[in-house]
């Protein structure tokens, strides 16, 4: 038996490239029927966005945004239903780059159930977009993206192509 495997973590990066993390539903995501409530997708994609910027920005993100004297909050996120996640279910969130633009870019969250065989992939059951903006760190105003971060974007997004498919 694997160590914990009657408990798995919520939440783990399982791959960098492309970034994907896995997770677990939890009761407390849930409503009394066991399906997870929607409001709890807007926090399962804030997560995945604030992972990509860790990654992207190589520390944590509300640690190493500062030495950019920069935040990154959510202009808009957009969320599109496929299948239900019932309360123990593990799935996949991938996160692919959309359009970048000077203060904005999006990203795409494509969640996929885990199957109980790993050679076939389960149903999607969300796709997200979210669109992050640059501000600047004192006075809150939208600044451009800092030169660093947008060429580690764009170096992301050319190795790891957006699927029309899986995209809002």
Request: proline share 9%; net charge negative; aromatic share 8%.
């Amino acid at each position: 038996m694997t160590p914990c495997a009657f408990f798995p973590s919520t939440e783990a990066v399982i791959s960098e490239a492309p970034l994907i993390i896995r997770r677990v539903v939890r009761w407390g995501d849930c409503d009394p029927a066991g399906i997870v409530y929607t409001p709890r997708f807007l926090d399962y994609t804030i997560s995945a966005h604030e992972a990509f910027i860790g990654l992207m920005l190589g520390g944590p993100i509300h640690s190493t945004k500062t030495s950019l004297k920069v935040n990154f909050p959510v202009r808009g996120v957009e969320l599109d239903f496929r299948s239900p996640l019932p309360v123990d279910t593990q799935f996949d969130m991938e996160v692919r780059v959309g359009e970048i633009r000077s203060r904005t870019f999006d990203l795409h969250v494509t969640a996929t159930r885990v199957a109980a065989e790993p050679a076939h992939q389960g149903p999607v059951a969300f796709l997200a977009r979210i669109s992050p903006v640059t501000v600047d760190g004192a006075s809150w105003t939208a600044v451009p993206l800092p030169d660093a971060l947008r060429s580690r974007i764009s170096a992301y997004a050319d190795a790891y192509p957006l699927h029309s498919e899986t995209s809002l």
